[in-house]
T-cell receptor, first 114, second 114 residues
Framework: GNSVTQMEGPVTLSEEAFLTINCTYT??????LFWYVQYPGEGLQLLLK?????DKGSNKGFEATYRKETTSFHLEKGSVQVSDSAVYFC?????????????FGKGTHLIIQP | EPEVTQTPSHQVTQMGQEVILRCVPI?????FYWYRQILGQKVEFLVS????????KSEIFDDQFSVERPDGSNFTLKIRSTKLEDSAMYFC????FGQGEGYTFGSGTRLTVV
């Protein structure tokens, strides 16, 4: 079956540090890949996505590149802020059918200290 | 910005009781979903709903669970006879086009079965 593996958290960084959150996947075929973010007390929000190999998704200074050869979709940001503190979820789905569910990773809790 | 609303935010129920979790999806969305997250574990897909019927469901979504769109605006998840292991955060989501791309998630309902 399909699965997503993320690095364990919490990840604690100082403000302006470089961020990488690793995500690898196992899937039959070529899924679409997503990063979702959950701020305290809120729902999951789509952060960025990539639908085919070598695509780079980007939003709010975050980037992730779809690497088919390593089945990875690592999330990066050059300089994090305290407001980036949240839980980040990597996810995949197949876009052949309209109602396909998302397969999520466990989530990585990111804590940014001033 | 349109949002998905879930009520209640927290529900405590006795084991064996029925619970109904409520969601109001975004009005022009056509695809509706329920996910759950047991504390410390992955966000798991339960069910998707389109055109007034279930499109896809996971192994978790057994006969104890049912979904309904009773009045054209609400989307409900019913658990007939709750078990301790049903304690989790339940997220509703809706999408205009399906396929994970345009999901909007609600803030979740924390269900505690005692």
């Amino acid at each position: 079956g399909n699965s997503v593996t993320q690095m364990e958290g919490p990840v604690t960084l100082s403000e302006e540090a470089f961020l990488t959150i690793n995500c690898t996947y196992t899937a039959t075929g070529y899924p679409s890949l997503f990063w979702y973010v959950q701020y305290p007390g809120e729902g999951l929000q789509l952060l960025l996505k990539a639908t085919k190999a070598d695509d780079k998704g980007s939003n709010k200074g975050f980037e992730a590149t779809y690497r088919k050869e390593t089945t990875s979709f690592h999330l990066e940001k050059g300089s994090v802020q305290v407001s980036d503190s949240a839980v980040y979820f990597c996810a995949l789905t197949f876009t052949g059918g309209g109602a396909d569910g998302l397969t999520f990773g466990k989530g990585t809790h990111l804590i940014i200290q001033p | 910005e349109p949002e998905v609303t879930q009520t209640p935010s927290h529900q405590v129920t006795q084991m064996g009781q029925e619970v109904i979790l409520r969601c109001v999806p975004i009005s022009n969305h056509l695809y509706f979903y329920w996910y759950r997250q047991i504390l410390g574990q992955k966000v798991e897909f339960l069910v998707s709903f389109y055109n007034n019927e279930i499109s896809e469901k996971s192994e978790i979504f057994d006969d104890q669970f049912s979904v309904e769109r009773p009045d054209g605006s609400n989307f409900t998840l019913k658990i007939r006879s709750t078990k301790l292991e049903d304690s989790a955060m339940y997220f509703c989501a809706s999408s205009e086009f399906g396929q994970g791309e345009g999901y909007t998630f609600g803030s979740g309902t924390r269900l505690t079965v005692v």
